[in-house]
């Protein structure tokens, strides 16, 4: 005997061949272009980095000081590494990142020991000033040109405790005290600044292989085969930069430091480190040397001494920073004079 269907089951049997023949006409999505994947690739790449970026900003100076520091001094680390085994390369960026932090923590310490000091005197000698008046010291009767209209003009607005207060109104012992603190503070900030760019130093040449290679094959893939020249050009350059910074840092410091003893300066070989430190920033060894003849002033030196030191380090500089540091560079990184 026949079985008879029943007509909701005919349906459901004509809907699901219904659907699977639709399924069948439903063709597969078409691939993406090479050029729209990569367009998407370079998209998330430059995403990814920009949120890198943005997440380090604060950190970004400290590492690109390590980097910097760890390309100036890849030469040496590979040499030694080159006698050794690899399993002593750990030691030797640790030893070369605890002599980097001694060779830049001394003197910025003894920097900062000085500027302590003379800011305590300086506070004190306002005080007094604005109390008792600044009497004229005795080197102005021995300059060779207007001693007599400098003296008269120091009697008329120092010598007095009012006129030496009124003129000294715009000084604030109370906000030199502020600016000591704030100064604090950011040496503060500096410090575990400096730490970090030690850690990334240490990183950086524990694992420069791997970075470079890795830096290398970006810039062939990105630029081609000039990339990696390009790359090499580069750590010529900031190489070059740093030993000739250093170099001519140490040259004019000794110089200018020669003038320090001949002059009479108090602790001229503390001033000798300082003025070598800070002449690795611009204009920092222009403030050594000028504080170098204000202690003179100060501490009832000769006025000529105090120029003659001015003079000399203006010389020194102006020589040493445009004529044998650009040399220097230019020699290291083979790039032109001008650039």
Avoid: C
């Avoid at 080159?82 to 070369?96: K, N, P, R, V």
């Avoid at 990339?227 to 750590?235: F, P, S, T, V």
């Avoid at 480190?273 to 920033?281: G, N, Y």
């Amino acid at each position: 005997m026949a079985t008879r269907l029943k007509p909701s089951a005919v349906v459901a049997k004509s809907d699901l061949g219904k659907k699977g023949g639709d399924r069948a006409d439903v063709q597969e999505p078409l691939p993406l272009h090479p050029g729209a994947r990569l367009s998407a690739r370079v998209a998330l790449a430059i995403a990814l980095l920009g949120l890198a970026v943005w997440t380090a900003a604060d950190f970004l100076p400290a590492l690109i000081w390590a980097a910097i520091l760890a390309l100036a001094i890849w030469p040496v680390y590979a040499r030694v590494t080159s006698w050794t085994t690899d399993e002593h390369s750990g030691s030797i960026a640790f030893l070369l990142t605890l002599l980097v932090a001694l060779t830049l923590f001394v003197p910025m310490a003894l920097a900062t020991y000085q500027i302590a000091q003379q800011s305590d005197l300086l506070v004190g000698w306002i005080k007094q000033s604005r109390e008792n008046g600044v009497q004229v010291p005795e080197w102005i009767a021995r300059l060779p040109i207007a001693a007599g209209a400098v003296e008269q003009w120091w009697r008329e607005n120092l010598t007095k405790p009012e006129a030496a207060s009124a003129w000294l109104q715009s000084v604030n012992a109370d906000k030199a005290s502020d600016v000591v603190k704030t100064f604090g503070g950011q040496l503060l900030h500096r410090g575990f600044m400096f730490f970090v760019s030690l850690i990334a130093l240490f990183v950086f040449l524990r694992h420069g292989e791997f970075i470079a290679r890795r830096v290398l094959t970006t810039a062939d893939r990105i630029f081609g085969d000039p990339g990696e020249g390009l790359a090499e050009k580069m750590a010529d350059a900031i190489r070059g930069t740093v030993h000739g910074t250093i170099a001519v840092a140490i040259a004019e410091g000794l110089l200018i430091g020669a003038a320090y003893l001949v002059a009479g300066v108090p602790n001229p070989v503390l001033f000798i480190v300082l003025t070598i430190a800070f002449a690795m920033l611009p204009f920092g060894a222009w403030a050594a040397f000028s504080a170098a003849a204000l202690t003179i002033l100060v501490s009832g030196g000769s006025g000529a001494a105090a120029l003659g030191i001015v003079a000399w380090g203006a010389v020194v500089m102006l020589t040493g920073d445009h004529f044998v540091w650009p040399t220097m560079v230019g020699g290291a990184a083979r790039l032109p004079f001008l650039l």
